[in-house]
């Protein structure tokens, strides 16, 4: 595999400083009429203070479909604007995506927006399979068409359970990387099917075909750790930052906000220590906290992210400050 960075990497630090996140409060209640939700917010750049937001409702059934917003980011506050508009909606019976789509992560790149989304199968006894689509996103018409009939990264001879990618970079060179979950097992217990399954790293040409590390890039803390919820990768200073979800430990089973950072995208340091943000005592965020997307604007660095419920109470966003 080759390294994003390039001659000089060793001499940089990696992170060991607590980061300091402000919280805003929600940016997004779900309100919409017919849906319930408002999770997996991600966010791109359109221009000055304009950016696209994209994130998750629920219908009456239980599925996903992705919705899109404008939105103003400016001097440490986010507000989103208009009417948000059903972009994505879950595929036809028997298709990767049928049971629901989930918003990933929002690539722009050589002129074109990607919303890269993950692919809902329910299967019996509430387990379930994903794997990743891509769409051509309209950012003016807050419209979404699917690329591809059929996922652009899934399950395959060594993710045989499923290939949830949900993070993006496209380096100097135009090579494609991508951290995503693959499945590790479902076990049987008593109080149902217990899934277990971790980040993984991918590469690619042309983001559509892609060759994927077997091996998880970053490691459970312990034996009571059990998964990972979507991941935000963003090169700041030299350095990859990663912010992701995790559960759960003896006495938590609910997620949490991790840290990692890296030199080449591919090994990775965890430090959950230093993430910088956790629950609140009280309200929207005091039971959970995850699936952050994470993003810079005109020397401030901001966070989305989901609470309780994952994502039944909507998200909002942090303002990162003084570091600690």
Not at 85 to 112: K, N, R, W
Not at 275 to 290: L, P, Q, R, Y
């Amino acid at each position: 595999m080759k390294s994003f960075c390039g001659a000089g990497w060793k001499t940089i630090k990696m992170i060991t400083n607590k980061f300091n996140w402000e919280k805003k409060g929600l940016l997004f209640e779900p309100v919409i009429p017919g849906f319930t939700h408002g999770s997996h917010p991600c966010i791109t750049h359109k221009s000055g203070n304009e950016f696209l937001v994209a994130f998750t409702c629920r219908d009456a059934q239980k599925r996903s479909h992705i919705f899109l917003s404008n939105a103003n980011v400016s001097h440490g506050v986010i507000t989103l604007t208009g009417q948000p508009e059903l972009a994505l909606s879950p595929g036809d019976p028997g298709y990767f995506d049928c049971d629901g789509v989930i918003s990933g992560c929002l690539v722009p790149h050589q002129g074109t927006c990607y919303l890269y989304f993950v692919g809902w199968q329910n299967l019996p006894e509430e387990m379930w399979i994903c794997d990743t689509g891509r769409a051509i996103v309209d950012m003016e018409k807050l419209e979404a068409r699917k690329e591809y009939p059929g996922p652009v990264l899934g399950r395959d001879k060594t993710n045989p359970l499923f290939a949830a990618a949900t993070a993006f970079h496209v380096n100097d060179e135009g090579r494609w990387h991508a951290w995503f979950n693959s499945g590790i097992y479902w076990k049987k217990t008593a109080e149902g099917w217990h899934h277990r399954y971790g980040f993984h790293h991918a590469e690619s040409d042309d983001g559509v075909d892609w060759i994927c590390e077997t091996e998880m890039c970053i490691p459970f803390a312990d034996e009571y750790e059990y998964a990972f919820g979507r991941p935000s990768v963003v090169y700041w200073d030299n350095l990859f930052h990663m912010w992701f979800a995790h559960r759960a430990t003896k006495e938590i089973d609910t997620y949490r906000m991790g840290f990692a950072s890296s030199k080449d995208g591919i090994n990775w340091d965890r430090n959950d220590a230093v993430s910088g943000i956790d629950v609140s005592a009280t309200g929207w965020d005091s039971e959970m906290i995850c699936y952050p997307s994470v993003f810079a604007h005109e020397g401030r660095k901001y966070m989305l992210y989901n609470g309780n419920g994952y994502g039944s109470t909507g998200f909002g966003y942090a303002v990162l400050e003084d570091r600690t």
